[in-house]
């Protein structure tokens, strides 16, 4: 045998022969199976080669439930690479205590053991970590904990793991038994509550793109909504010896600032000072030099105020200023839809109340929207999502402000023409106006929006006939007629004695039979986020494909 043939022979040995999967490769897909958010670092470095993605995705890796096209394997992107981990949410709010000593690493280590928590354990080139996971949700990061060189990573932070290489040529090592040799597969870290971490100061994240609720007033009277968080917390806590004086002074800046009188800060800061033990006479000497000279709203808690139509009475509080979504939430309520999108007016309407939504969780005036994010919460294909959104820049409803990126940058146009009262804003603009669970979302899915509308309207306004449904939801005639029958066949409208159809209420668990029923078992609303969800985390390992090819 010649050497072209035992070339040849080789190369067909090694191309039918089981592919080995490195240790590092092995660790990241274990990892990933565990729920954790696996990404490739560069080797011997801390630097991974792309890390914004991951922050709201996480890679695809195929198992034998996958059905969509071409297959997808995690293990390649980590080839003679390191192992990164995003703390947070798309890991199952995972929770890094960051030790910077070994000192600080056996304290913490000791503490966690004498309180029963749960965790693991990797120790690096100065100390070590230990990952916990929260049931609330992400922690706040905190570069000071309440124990010496010790940092908490909660979310937008990655860890490297075992057996990464660091910088300095050592490599990362388990602690704790590691899991890939040690656990059942899949098996991960058990959730705890962040009650049990009080004593390091652990605390939830609060972040713009969480849900918007009532503000924590700690204790104060309803006027302090308009305080900072952290000086309202400040009433509510116990204060330590060495930030009483700080923190109270910072109350009654904040309260200067905000127009209340100066006995009601002396009374409020009395009170707290008496239960932080600080002297009267002390507390005094805050109030006086906070209400010296003016003060300003610190910046990242600004909100300007408004002077209520009603604002005659000196009793009349002067309401907040009214948050985008909100004005934008109200003029959806009296716009045109109909004259300007004629048939098209639902659904361009739900995609623009989708829009609000984004806006209200995202918290800022431009406001982050992708097809899918709007495709989920108008309940739509989001084939149907690109063309609705160019019709609303089209009518100047909405605005583009980035248009050099794949995903959104939007803003809403001709608010300044409506005027709307403040309100709360306490609850969610889908909850409103669009259905809202999952069965309600496969139901009339189903069924179409019109029928969602009609239905709500019967539940409160029993009718005579699909003309006065029109004239009461302001619906085309014919839509109405077309949606009450498909109502009437589903059981979800019925026309009674004396004449009037009803609408039907139904349980969630009723709406979902109705839904398994007439899709032989399958949730399509929950296939479509699912189908979603996949292509994210497709496009995140693309991403990291094309970085790690540029860097290599």
């Known amino acids: 045998m010649n050497a072209n043939e035992l070339q040849l022979q080789e190369m067909v040995r090694l191309e039918t022969s089981p592919r080995v999967l490195s240790d590092v490769q092995q660790t990241a897909l274990d990892l990933y199976e565990r729920g954790f958010n696996v990404i490739p670092l560069k080797r011997h470095e801390k630097k991974p080669f792309i890390l914004k993605p991951y922050f709201t995705a996480r890679l695809h890796h195929c198992d034998v439930t996958c ?9 390649e992107l980590f080839k003679r690479h390191n192992i990164g981990v995003i703390m947070g949410r798309t890991s199952g709010n995972l929770l890094a205590l960051d030790c910077d000593s070994q000192q600080s690493f056996k304290q913490i280590g000791q503490e966690l053991t004498a309180r029963a928590i749960p965790f693991w354990a990797i120790t ?20 000071k904990s309440n124990v010496k060189d010790v940092q908490v990573w909660g979310n937008l932070h990655l860890v490297v793991m075992p057996p990464s290489i660091h910088p300095s040529g050592i490599l990362y090592q388990w602690a704790t038994p590691e899991p890939r040799f040690c656990l059942p597969p899949r098996e991960t870290i058990p959730a705890v509550s962040i009650a049990v971490l009080e004593w390091l100061g652990v605390t939830l994240a609060r972040k713009a793109r969480r849900q918007w609720q009532e503000p924590e007033l700690f204790g104060l009277p309803q006027w302090a909504a308009v305080l900072s968080y952290d000086n309202r917390e400040t009433f509510g806590r116990e204060l330590s010896e060495g930030e009483r004086n700080t923190r109270l002074f910072a109350l009654a800046c904040d309260m200067k600032a905000n127009g209340r009188e100066y006995h009601e800060a002396e009374t409020v800061i009395l009170d707290a000072a008496r239960r932080a033990g600080l002297p009267d006479d002390e507390a005094s000497v805050l109030v006086k030099h906070a209400y010296s000279k003016d003060r300003t709203i610190p910046k990242v808690f600004r909100e300007e105020e408004e002077k209520s139509k009603n604002a005659n009475s000196k009793d009349q509080e002067p309401a907040r200023k009214v948050r ?10 009296s716009f045109d839809w109909r004259g300007t999108f004629g048939r098209k007016a639902n659904t361009r309407r739900a995609v623009y109340l989708a829009c609000v939504e984004r806006s209200r969780l995202d918290g800022r005036e431009t406001w982050r929207a992708t097809i899918r994010e709007l495709a989920e ?9 690109p063309t609705a959104l160019q019709d609303l820049v089209t009518a100047k409803l909405i605005q583009r402000v980035k248009t050099d990126e794949r995903i959104g940058v939007y803003r809403f146009v001709g608010l300044s023409k409506f005027r709307t009262l403040y309100t709360t804003g306490s609850c969610s603009v889908r909850n409103l106006d669009n259905p809202k669970t999952q069965a309600e979302q496969d139901v009339f899915g189903k069924l179409g929006l019109v029928a969602w509308h009609v239905w709500k309207y019967l539940l409160d306004n029993p009718s005579r006939n699909a003309g006065e449904i029109a004239t009461g939801t302001g619906l085309p005639r014919s839509s109405v007629y ?7 066949s589903a059981g979800l409208a019925t026309r009674a004695g004396d004449g009037l159809i009803y ?10 039979s109705m839904s398994l029923f ?9 296939s479509r986020k699912e189908a979603h969800r996949i292509e994210r985390e497709r496009h995140v390992n693309r991403l990291t494909r094309w970085h790690i090819s540029r860097y290599s």
């Open 377 to 385: 919460l108008a309940n739509m294909n989001k084939d149907t999502i």
């Open 124 to 143: 690096g080139s100065r100390g070590g970590a230990y990952l916990l996971r929260i049931l609330e949700g992400e922690a706040a990061n905190q570069s």
């Open 67 to 75: 059905k969509h096209k071409g297959q997808e394997d995690i293990t």
């Open 503 to 512: 609408g039907e209420p139904r349980t969630d668990a009723s709406l979902q």
């Open 324 to 333: 985008i979504w909100q004005r934008a939430k109200d003029f959806a309520g």
């Open 518 to 526: 007439w899709n032989n078992g399958s949730s399509k609303s929950a």
């Open 482 to 488: 077309s949606a009450l029958k498909r109502l009437q």
